[in-house]
């Protein structure tokens, strides 16, 4: 691999010629980026306005003056946003964040063999260099955290792997904070499988992964199977690779890493005293007596384990693999996973297998590039997710129905029809999958995983754009809703909840057992807030346009699924959220589902108490800021500054929960109007999602539904009040 010297290198400029680069958004979602190397490329295929927007190059937006209200103000950010559609009718975005991705994507493709281009290596390491931490030079589990030893001893290998040498001012400092850390013995077990994978640790430093769990019967409460998706997924590969214990070639490279990751000399490491090890920078949720213990009698089985029996637990993790494969046509459920498939094909299959091909092909799925880089995402994308909110806002506000509008509406209901799943997946039962039939997944039909609230919000925006945008053909037809209708009643858990991606199918005890030592809650799914909302909008809203289909079960699962929001709720009022940050956002989703089913502020002590909570964190400038803290710590953390986001999900949930005061409702209007640019749009600010409680995660697009949504729908909610006599 190329070699690349930083000194004297502006790491803040492009280091290709960014106006070659162009995004392929196809019409089923899929998106991909191409570096244009020909003048008759350029020429066959120009820049869009997608393009210099995400690549942070100037647009040809016109720009206005401020607007007067919210509904101009709603209806310029909208002129701005149809800029950004792609011709299928979706809005591409980034949905990147998390720094532990990347290290994936590059040891999992040296390893393997694989080349990654020359200008994608470049902007790689600049992406990198940009996300240091400007105080130490490491790097956190997320772009906003933190230097971690995971962080920082993953990201240094990035960068020595594309050919930044050891003595380079960025990877100097890092070196110097993972040494102050403790140096790499101390990563978590993430880590320290791939730094195992990279041939720059040992197998015996890490706890057992054994392959044989595969086998074991499926009925008890610990197989596999009924560990939470993502955590499911990722253990398959890991064990796979622990059990025929691969390592890379030891290269020149691997062997200067061994000597630059710690702070001794790598043949004196007593490798199991490491097993356990893991910085305390690290930490959030630390090891249980139970699974230390349990480690020890797996490590021990692992000593001696039969041949024949490795060999069986390896042949159906292999065969777990490839059904993942195959259902998702090589995108695996997400980017971590995914390069752990790539590297068990590539073992098990060689680099001349179709496989091999397909990942090579479908690596590209995940990767995006902005103006610092480029990174790599935590799915393929947020396609119908950013859609979805897209739709509702627009029908939610009256701009749907203005004629200028409704080309770009027409377009997205066809991208809603192709994105719905029509069937099962390939391999359902033999791979541990729920149904999918009728479901939206939150990125592309490809990817073919159904999420509860995404198949809602699907539903739900279908629905809106068939019913109040003039014209609209009935694309998705009666059946089909009643498809995605089944799906999300057959997903609902004992206790009234909805979980993310399937039933819960083991007891929250089995938590105790969590081995990736920096996330929360992994190892079983979860009933959420948000998910329900979701699901309970989309059956109150289905109902009232088809009456007649399993009436009876709706409303028996809206009753249950509220009588579990009524548990869920905080007791000073709010609801914790786990997929956004963090109280307003959750609160904002169950206000309004609260309101679909008749309870409002003034009939509602429920919904009383929201939004008495919401208008407590109100801030000075009119604003909510919120920090991605209040997830760690289950208590509301107030950002150091407001942000737009957070203030349309706090002014949207009072306007659900029909607040009788506009005071609050207007400041944070003209908060959000007061950081529109004279463009229609609004700057990035801090982090908007979270997941497992700790990583934080983009979703840059919210910026512009999120307001376009509060400030159209505050304009008629205002004169509502004004209609009523009521003051600020």
């Given at each position: 691999m190329s070699t690349t010297k930083l000194v004297g290198k502006d790491v803040s400029q492009p280091f290709t010629d960014y106006s070659r680069w162009?995004?392929?958004?196809?019409?089923?979602?899929?998106?991909?980026?191409?570096?244009?190397?020909?003048?008759k490329e350029l020429e066959q295929w120009p820049l869009t306005e997608v393009d210099k927007y995400w690549l942070g190059l100037r647009m040809d937006a016109p720009t206005s003056p401020p607007a007067t209200n919210g509904l101009e103000a709603a209806r310029k950010g909208f002129s701005f946003l149809k800029r950004l559609q792609a011709p299928g009718g979706h809005w591409p975005g980034e949905y990147g964040g998390p720094?532990?991705?990347l290290p994936g994507f590059v040891i999992g493709s040296y390893v393997s063999g694989m080349p990654i281009p020359e200008e994608e290596r470049l902007e790689i390491i600049r992406y990198i260099c940009n996300l240091a931490h400007p105080e130490d030079g490491g790097w956190g589990l997320h772009i906003e955290s933190p230097s971690t030893a995971f962080g920082t001893a993953c990201n240094y290998c990035v960068l020595r792997i594309l050919g930044v040498g050891p003595?380079?001012?960025?990877?100097?400092r890092a070196r110097a904070t993972l040494h102050k850390l403790g140096g790499a013995t101390g990563v978590p077990s993430w880590g320290k499988f791939w730094l195992s994978i990279l041939n720059v640790y040992e197998w015996?430093?890490?706890?057992?992964?054994?392959?044989?769990?595969w086998l074991l019967p499926e009925w008890l409460p610990i197989h596999p199977h009924r560990w939470w998706i993502h955590t499911r997924n990722i253990y398959i590969p890991m064990s796979y690779l622990y059990g025929c214990q691969f390592q890379g070639e030891e290269t020149k490279l691997v062997l200067q890493l061994r000597e630059e990751l710690y702070t001794q000399k790598y043949n004196t490491i007593d490798w199991p005293a490491q097993r356990n090890n893991v910085c305390s920078v690290d930490v959030y949720s630390p090891h249980t007596m139970i699974l230390d213990a349990l480690f020890s009698v797996i490590g021990m089985y692992s000593s001696c384990a039969p041949g024949p029996i490795r060999k069986a637990g390896m042949q159906r993790a292999y065969e777990l693999v490839c059904m993942e494969d195959e259902n998702t046509a090589y995108q695996d459920l997400a980017p971590v996973s995914k390069m752990m498939n790539l590297v068990v094909r590539f073992v098990a299959d060689g680099p001349g297998s179709e496989a091999y091909k397909r990942h090579m092909e479908t690596r590209a799925d995940f990767m995006w590039l902005g103006p610092e880089g480029m990174r790599m995402c935590g799915t393929n994308g947020s396609q119908l997710w950013d859609l979805a909110f897209i739709g509702q806002a627009l029908v939610e506000t009256g701009l749907g129905e203005e004629p200028e509008n409704r080309d770009s509406l027409l377009r997205a209901l066809q991208w809603l029809d192709r994105g719905q799943m029509r069937a099962d997946p390939v391999h359902c039962a033999t791979a541990y999958r729920q149904p999918t039939k009728g479901a939206w997944g939150f990125s592309t039909r490809e990817q073919g995983y159904i999420v509860s609230d995404c198949t809602g919000e699907g539903l739900k925006t279908a629905i809106y754009i068939q019913t109040f945008v003039p014209g609209a053909p009935k694309l998705i037809d009666e059946r089909r809703m009643c498809d995605a209708v089944d799906r999300m009643l057959?997903?609902?858990?004992?206790?009234?909840?909805?979980a993310s991606y399937e039933l819960v199918r083991a007891p929250h005890l089995l938590e105790l057992i969590n081995p990736a030592e920096v996330f929360g809650n992994i190892m079983t799914d979860y009933c959420y807030?948000?998910?329900?909302?979701?699901?309970?909008?989309?059956?109150?809203?289905?109902?009232?346009?088809?009456s007649n289909y399993r009436a009876h079960d709706i409303e028996r699962t809206i009753q249950k699924a509220k009588e579990y929001l009524y548990d869920v709720q905080c007791p000073e009022g709010g609801f914790y959220g786990s997929w956004g940050i963090c109280f307003t956002y959750a609160t904002m989703f169950a206000l309004e589902s609260l309101t679909l089913v008749g309870e409002t502020y003034d009939n509602s002590e429920r919904v009383r108490r929201a939004c008495t909570f919401l208008v407590k964190h109100q801030m000075a400038d009119g604003g909510w800021g919120e920090s991605y803290k209040s997830c760690e710590e289950h208590q509301y953390v107030n950002h150091e500054k407001s942000?737009?986001?957070?203030?349309?999900?706090?002014?949207l949930a009072l306007m659900y929960g029909k607040y009788p005061e506009r005071g609050p409702i207007e400041r944070g209007v003209k908060l959000v109007m007061s950081r529109q640019l004279p463009n229609g749009s609004w700057a990035q600010e801090a982090i908007e999602g979270i997941f497992n409680k700790t990583c934080a995660i983009s979703y840059p697009l919210f910026k512009f539904s999120f307001t376009?949504?509060?400030?159209?729908?505050?304009?008629?909610?205002?004169?509502?009040l004004d209609v009523k006599g009521v003051k600020a």
């Open positions: 162009r995004l392929r958004a196809a019409d089923d979602g899929r998106h991909t980026w191409h570096y244009l190397k020909t003048d720094m532990f991705l003595d380079e001012p960025v990877t100097q015996d430093g890490t706890n057992a992964i054994p392959p044989e769990l057959q997903m609902q858990n004992p206790n009234g909840g909805f807030a948000e998910c329900t909302t979701s699901v309970i909008t989309a059956l109150a809203l289905f109902r009232k346009h088809v942000q737009v986001v957070q203030t349309s999900w706090a002014v376009i949504w509060m400030l159209g729908k505050a304009h008629k909610y205002l004169q509502a």
